[in-house]
């Protein structure tokens, strides 16, 4: 990410002052990760080198939008890009993109999916619908920010959809005559026998093109719902028997992370009939504590944990599922801190067949898929891969285990004297949880190699990128 302060507005005042180009989208791109593609599009006599600069005096933070735009490395070459090599496949039905919404508020209403199909999504894993009488909590999120106000992760209490169903099944009815092109995955749950093989009796012919059972939300209060089945192989199995008795679709199961090992309920749902699975719904967490005596403790209550921070896990659940014998022929749904294009592929090297999306739609909009598409698009394109199914995928001895780790090198970090400003916090981080390796100099960091054990915190903590690594493997002295 190019570090600007932009506030991705909507509407943005730089774009309507511009005239010429589309600023916001430029700067929009850069945010996520996406410098390539916008080095691709643009003209290489960018207009920004004849301009007043109406877009950075239009810009309500003063970004230096110019400096920007003209900084951006011109490509080698240049790329047709268009979305042909996107095409995928959910259980054998056809896909526009293998890009979907996953189910959550973001998915809840007739008006909101149309309007992500219309921004690009494949489609949409419907707001699980159910029997229940829904009665949310306000306020239901809270989140953990990072640098720039950036939320890195998100908190919700959040539980199924409040429409009636009939309201629910007049949507999908809509959504399928409107969009025959994009798919339609309904969310469910049950809360008995009954009530699982009512909800697929009745969607049979709704114009749903799948079910994803939902085995894992982590806030609901009725009964054995959401992860307490999730966490039960034999109620997964149970529950997937009588859904497979009573639907004609395809159908996956949604497993909660809340398990030790996700591959027992994966692999209970293809006993249970399941044609895939899909993973991962939040980690339980607490929502919020207040510490302050006077008041009432307000949201200490368990909630489900997504977003950016929780990509690792559901990275690392996803691998295991891939791994799987059971899964090898089974559709493979991933999600868990997606933002990027970059992100979508990381999922789909390791044996995701679809990627869904909350949290980042929450925060930025369905607008992120243009950056989500261009980016693998061009990803494609440029290592002469045809397709998004053709990506090789990471096979499971490419994983190398803790213990098969080479450890006989170090790999030093190298400080780019001109990029830094003294602030020492490599100093401080390498002081107080490293190896005392760095001391300061003139008002800038050194280096002693015979301290220096490689383990790269200065680069992490480096808040001006001025620490990179070496990338040379130095052997070990033992
Ligand atoms: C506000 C909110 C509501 C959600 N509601 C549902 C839901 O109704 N059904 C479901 O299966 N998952 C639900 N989820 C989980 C998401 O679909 C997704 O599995 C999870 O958030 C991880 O992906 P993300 O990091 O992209 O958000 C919800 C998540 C959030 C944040």
Excluded at 128 to 138: G, H, K, Q, Y
Excluded at 348 to 367: H, K
Aim: with cysteine; hydrophobic share 35%.
């Amino acid at each position: 990410m190019i570090n600007n302060n932009c506030l991705l507005c909507n509407d943005a005042k730089c774009t309507r002052a511009c005239g010429v180009m589309d600023p916001a989208r430029i700067l929009r791109s850069l945010y996520f990760d996406n410098e390539e593609v916008v080095a691709n599009y643009l003209d290489d006599d960018v207009a920004c080198n004849y301009c007043d600069e109406r877009c950075r005096d239009a810009c309500p933070v003063k970004v230096n939008i110019r400096d920007i735009v003209t900084g951006i490395k011109k490509p080698e070459k240049k790329y047709e890009i268009d979305y042909e090599c996107l095409r995928s496949e959910f259980c054998g039905l056809p896909l526009e993109n293998p890009f979907l919404l996953s189910s959550s508020v973001i998915s809840s209403t007739y008006d909101m999916c149309a309007r992500a199909f219309e921004a690009g999504w494949g489609g949409a894993a419907f707001k699980t619908i159910c029997l229940m009488d829904i009665n949310e909590a306000s306020p239901r999120f809270s989140a953990i920010k990072g640098d720039n106000q950036r939320i890195i992760g998100f908190k919700n209490i959040e539980q199924l959809s409040d429409h009636a169903l009939v309201e629910n099944l007049e949507i999908f009815r809509r959504l399928k005559d409107n969009y025959p092109d994009k798919f339609l995955l309904v969310s469910i749950m049950g809360r008995n026998d009954e009530e699982w093989a009512y909800l697929a009796d009745v969607l049979n012919d709704s114009g749903a093109d799948a079910l994803e059972l939902n085995f894992s939300c982590p806030n609901m209060t009725e009964g054995e719902t959401g992860s307490d089945v999730g966490q039960i192989p034999e109620l997964v199995e149970h529950y997937c028997r009588i859904v497979k008795q009573h639907t004609r679709l395809p159908f996956i199961a949604k497993l909660t992370p809340n398990v030790t090992d996700i591959t027992e309920s994966a692999d209970a749902a293809i006993r249970g009939g399941a044609d895939g699975v899909a993973a991962i719904n939040t980690i339980k967490s607490l929502i919020e504590v207040s510490i302050d005596r006077d008041e009432e403790v307000i949201y200490a209550s368990i909630g489900g944990y997504s977003g950016k921070a929780v990509k690792p896990i559901a990275l690392r659940f996803i691998t295991e599922l891939a791994k799987d014998r059971n899964l090898q022929d089974k559709h493979i749904s991933a999600m868990g801190g997606i933002e990027t294009w970059r992100d979508a592929l990381e999922f789909i090297v390791l044996g995701a067949d679809t990627i869904q999306v909350t949290t980042a739609v929450m925060l930025y909009g369905y607008r992120i898929i243009d950056d989500i598409k261009d980016g693998v698009a061009l990803c494609l394109k440029k290592n002469n891969i045809p397709h998004i199914t053709d990506m090789e995928k990471i096979t499971t001895d490419k994983i190398i285990p803790t213990d098969s780790l080479d450890r006989s090198y170090i790999i030093y970090p190298k400080f780019l004297r001109d990029k830094c400003v003294g602030c020492q916090r490599c100093y401080i981080s390498c002081m107080d949880g490293g190896h005392q390796a760095i001391s300061i100099v003139e008002d800038r960091p050194v280096l002693d190699p015979k301290k220096c054990v490689g383990c790269h915190l200065c680069v992490l903590v480096c808040p001006q990128n001025a620490i990179i690594s070496s990338g040379i493997k130095v052997p070990k002295k033992r």
